[in-house]
């Protein structure tokens, strides 16, 4: 079974940058719907940024223009750019996967994603 661990968080002035990574790891012989997945206290876990294994990406429209999600080769590692930060981008980020393609829905649903990583701790603080 494939395992994810992120890396990168931190804190960071609003405005400033932060790039997430999530290692990956385990063979498998399908494909991977990749995503990033972000969750504040008291909010529900919501998703931010998702990748299929052809590189097509689908992102929340509270982050566009601002994050960009990619994807070393072979899937080795999912990363997360963000730029811009708002105090509201504030949250634990999780990496996730789901076997097999990925369907621009999916983003909404946290829970169809079966894997997921231990997260890593955001904050963006004056």
């Known amino acids: 079974q494939v395992q994810l661990v992120e890396s990168g968080g931190g804190s960071v002035q609003p405005g400033g940058s932060l790039r997430l990574s999530c290692a990956v790891s385990g063979y498998t012989d399908s494909t991977y719907c990749m995503g990033w997945f972000r969750q504040a206290p008291g909010k529900e876990r919501e998703g931010v940024a998702m990748?299929?294994?052809?590189?097509?990406?689908k992102y929340a429209d509270s982050v566009k223009g601002r994050f960009t999600i990619s994807r070393a080769y072979g899937q080795s590692t999912l990363y997360l750019q963000m730029n811009s930060l708002k105090l509201d981008d504030t949250a634990m980020y999780y990496c996730?996967?789901?076997?097999?393609?990925?369907?621009?829905?999916?983003?909404?649903?946290?829970?169809?994603?079966?894997?997921w990583g231990q997260g890593t701790q955001v904050t963006v603080s004056s």
């Open positions: 990748i299929d294994g052809d590189g097509v990406k």
């Open positions: 996730a996967a789901r076997r097999g393609p990925c369907r621009g829905a999916y983003i909404q649903y946290p829970v169809l994603f079966r894997i």
